[in-house]
């Protein structure tokens, strides 16, 4: 399975942003589907995750009511939603997929995209 994140750009804070994450090569029906964001100088941190067949949802506990992970069923594609945006939202945000016990855990996840770059000024 292939990932492509896109969407991310400058933003002003307060502003929103959809980021899009792109499967191709293989059939993600039954993964997981997350987003980790890392900025500079830190730890590449889970944001969301949602699962294919379900819908179901996670969120990391700082960012619950601001960021939004949805999907599209008619194609192979998931979204994160991110609305008033802070200067400490600035990173490189991946997606990712796979099979996981754990949904918060990056080590558990088969595939990764490139990373899309979001830059939240004050």
């Known amino acids: 399975v292939q990932l492509q994140a896109f969407g991310g750009g400058l933003v002003q804070a307060g502003g929103s942003l959809r980021l899009t994450c792109s499967a191709s090569g293989g059939s993600i029906s039954r993964y997981y589907m997350a987003w980790f964001r890392q900025a500079p100088g830190e730890e590449r941190r889970f944001v969301a995750a949602i699962r294919w067949s379900t819908g179901t949802t996670w969120y990391a506990d700082s960012l619950k009511g601001r960021f939004t992970s949805s999907r599209d069923m008619t194609k192979p594609t998931v979204y994160l939603q991110m609305n008033s945006l802070k200067p400490e939202d600035t990173a490189v945000y991946y997606c990712?997929?796979?099979?996981?016990?754990?949904?918060?855990?990056?080590?558990?996840?088969?595939?990764w995209g490139q990373g899309t770059e979001v830059t939240v000024s004050s």
């Open positions: 990712a997929a796979g099979s996981v016990g754990s949904v918060t855990t990056e080590r558990e996840y088969h595939y």
